[in-house]
């Protein structure tokens, strides 16, 4: 007994309390009930140890009796306790595999439910004391024993071990226990109480598919705990490599998702599926383009060079995916780098690339948001979007394709203007970017510059002095729409633009002074109107009333802001059902996008 309470003593991942460590020595490996018989007596586990070993009454925590005794079994656990984790592990394997923490596949959903539930709410106290109190070293064990067996995975003469590890991750009734502890109690969701150890925080998320009783196999497990010597030898066994979880992943996803590059080899070794989509469409090698980390490139190289490697399958889903037929590695490759460009993982991008991936592919996305529009990407327009200057700079070196238009017809630039992103901006310029680029509604990246008052007004001046002046489908220019808008700083940088006409009427006959007018916009009126009245509108300054509370809804037209006392209309076949036009653009004529002529 000695020796196996100072093993434990000395090589437990955590102090233990006094019931925890009486616990542990009374658990028989292969019995399915804890015997409670077992339990050796405090003052005999202290006064075998012949002084080392002392119980503080205060905090119930068993130690050894002096820091001298502890540094020297610290150097020296190896030659003392060679088996120490072994048996550690053992331990807390053969005490999660007791009967009680086992269930019933309809008790399993149940709890399950009821865990979901309890997961919708933003911050709920799970009390593990409560959950099972009869059993105090659930919480050691469930926490902890992955962390004791991996430790003791490198002695060859420990088969054995193997073998009752792979059978508790393998059997399917202990998913209760899994769920419950091993799954929850080591996820970033749950924060632990430093004033009680035994209440944990659970914070929702969807890192984990626990969802039902096919939550996982035993190599998913596997994988999640960090066991390559386990995955090894459940692979040897014949598990198979590529089997899927209740969302569709599988173990080389999973190891892909925790940034494992040893583990990730290994499944490749052994043939598991780069390609293998789960229920979203992702897979191990898309996941690789989303994640950026220490192992990020390794990880994505060796996914590549299994891609490329395999036989081409002449997959064609250009219905779903592309405007054009590719190869199932192709389109694989080219999703990875528009997400990896999106994420602005630079290095990831530069190892698509140089693995085949086609920086300028135009990509329909199958799994988008319901506007389809939406999921028409280029990695330029991702990278742009997101604002990833640097996977920006790396796109423009290789030539790609600067004006490919997004869902709404927009160029990079004008994506790049309208989110305001001033360095992107000029390099595009500087690359030879097309100013007078029309999205869907003709406007170009100058209209979409009257919008805000930045430097990518000036910048895109300075490339094309008479884009002031391009009119969109309505024919507003970008002068209408910053005088709609009320936005004088904008206006006046128009006005002191010597190319700028501010005479322009748009289709129905308004000139921006008689959309200033209309808005009620007071300031913009006087910067517009010359001292000789150069210009005579149908409407009055008397006739504006001041804007009132905003709806939220923005007049396709002549971009202004509708008010909650106006009337507007409103077009679900248009633009997606994204199309609205404020009374005064109908009342004057204006049509609805798709009738428009």
Known sequence: MAIQVLSWITCAERTLTTTELRTALAVEVGEPEFDPDNLPDLTDMISVCTGLVTADEQSDIIRLAHYTTQEYFKRTHATWFPRAHHDIGRICVAYLSLAVFKAEPWLIEKELKISLDCARDPRSQIHISRLLPEYPLFLFAGDLWCDHVNARLHDDDLEVGHNHTIEFLSDISQIYCRTRVLLW??????????????????FGNDRYPISSSRLATGLHLAVW?????IVQKMISLGWPVDAKDVRGRTPLFWAVYFDLSDIV?????HGADPCMRDQDGNTPLLQSASTVSVNSITIARLLLEKVTKRQLKALVESF???????SYEQQELNEALLKAAARGYDGVVQVLRDGGADPGALIRRRHSDENKRMSIQTPLLA???????????????WNVDLDVKNGYGRSALSVAVLDGHE????????KGADTNSQDELGRTAFHWAANRYDKTLYLLSDYDPNGPNQRDFYGPTALHLASTQGNLRVVRALIAMRSTDCDIRDNFGRTALCDAKRRGHHDIIKALQNPAERLTDEISAVQITCPQAWTGVVCDVCMGFILS????????LCRDG????????????????????
């Open 320 to 326: 779903l995916t592309y405007e054009s037929c590719e």
């Open 383 to 397: 990278a742009t979007t997101c604002e990833n200057e640097s996977v920006v700079n790396l796109l423009l070196d």
């Open 578 to 597: 994204d199309h609205g036009t404020c009374d005064w653009c109908y009342q004057v004529g204006a049509t609805l996008f798709e009738s428009r002529a």
């Open 265 to 269: 080899s290994l499944l490749l070794e």
């Open 565 to 572: 006392d106006e009337t507007w209309y409103h077009c679900s």
């Open 225 to 229: 705990f960090v066991m390559p010597h």
């Open 423 to 430: 360095e992107i901006v000029q390099l595009l310029l500087a």
């Open 185 to 202: 109690l080591d996820s970033p969701s749950f924060a632990r109480d430093s004033h009680n150890p035994e209440t944990y925080y659970f």
